[in-house]
């Protein structure tokens, strides 16, 4: 039996003071033009390793609950454990014993100015022979879905690769309480 993952090891909210400029997720926010329309809600690192995974969905929870709809919370939570789950399976981050996963939480205003979108970015350590892509799965087969899954119920999806930072797989999810899906 896999033991638990030590908590994630920043878990407080961006506005912290303590918060370290030098970390990935900071390194990546101020290369990506897609932050500055975004109201950052908190972002943790994890173990690159599957226990990983059930924690990073409950500090999603923790972190969402109360401030959108829990049929939305329900399909982040889904596509959330996707993404690490991925990062840990495909990337570097789950090949070492230092490896690592990053889950940023944000939230913005949708385009009409009417409502919530959810932005969840997962970052891992990258990997030298592959970027993320959607893959045709067979009926039969065990995997291949993750991103799908992503395309299909998020308003947008996308990768970011840098080769300091690591892979950045991020999507938006509106708020199923404005009416627009």
Same mark, same amino acid.
């Not at 300091?164 to 199923?176: M, Q, R, S, T």
């Given at each position: 039996m896999t033991p638990p993952p030590p908590p994630p090891s920043s878990s407080r909210p961006l506005s912290s003071p303590a918060l370290q400029p030098g970390c990935r997720y900071e390194r990546h926010r101020t290369a990506s033009p897609r932050w500055a329309v975004l109201h950052p809600l908190g972002h943790a690192d994890f173990p690159g390793i599957t226990a990983s995974v059930p924690t990073a969905r409950q500090w999603a929870r923790d972190l969402l609950t109360g401030k959108i709809n829990d049929d939305t919370l329900d399909d982040v939570l889904l596509l959330l454990s996707e993404l690490v789950t991925n990062a840990i399976v495909h990337s570097d981050s789950g090949r070492g014993a230092h490896g690592s996963v990053t889950v940023c939480v944000a939230l913005s205003t949708d385009h009409d100015g009417c409502g919530t979108v959810v932005h969840v970015e997962v970052i891992d350590d990258g990997s030298a022979v592959s970027l993320p892509f959607v893959r045709a799965a067979t009926p039969d087969s065990d995997g291949g879905r993750g991103l799908f899954m992503v395309e299909t119920l998020s308003a947008r999806w996308g990768v970011h690769h840098d080769d300091?930072?690591?892979?950045? &797989?991020?999507?938006?999810?509106?708020? &199923?309480t404005t009416g627009h899906r």
């Open positions: 300091e930072v690591g892979n950045a &797989v991020w999507f938006h999810l509106p708020d &199923v």
